[in-house]
């Protein structure tokens, strides 16, 4: 079995920040690329920016420059630094992570519950 909680979401004025965090446990032989992504009401989930096992990242073009992925592969956790927030920012953010146990020894993607990120004033 494999869990990722996250944490970190909640209520922001815009121009702010908030950082999200992911941390995987269970019975894990490796994780291989780690994401988040969000969802807002009435819209398809989309990505906001990967992270591999190696460290290089990808970001959507409307997050670039504000906001930072990162890993701490010891602790199996990944973090999203939101910067400069703005109102459209606002969403559910979800963590996934692409992750190898002795039973799916090819890898699976696993998702977390979900945060809420509310940028307001």
């Known amino acids: 079995q494999v869990q990722l909680v996250e944490s970190g979401g909640g209520l922001v004025q815009p121009g702010g920040s908030l950082r999200l965090s992911c941390a995987a446990s269970?019975?894990?032989?490796?994780?291989?690329?780690m994401g988040w992504y969000r969802q807002a009401p009435g819209k398809q989930r989309e990505l906001v920016a990967t992270?591999?096992?190696?460290?290089?990242?990808n970001y959507a073009d409307s997050v670039k420059g504000r906001f930072t992925i990162s890993r701490d592969n010891a602790k199996n956790t990944v973090y999203l630094q939101m910067n400069s927030l703005k109102p459209e920012d606002t969403a559910v953010y979800y963590c996934?992570?692409?992750?190898?146990?002795?039973?799916?020894?090819?890898?699976?993607?696993?998702w977390g519950q979900g945060t809420q990120v509310t940028v307001s004033s």
């Open positions: 269970g019975n894990i032989v490796n994780i291989y690329e």
């Open positions: 992270i591999t096992a190696g460290g290089s990242t």
């Open positions: 996934k992570a692409k992750i190898s146990t002795f039973q799916r020894i090819l890898g699976y993607d696993y």
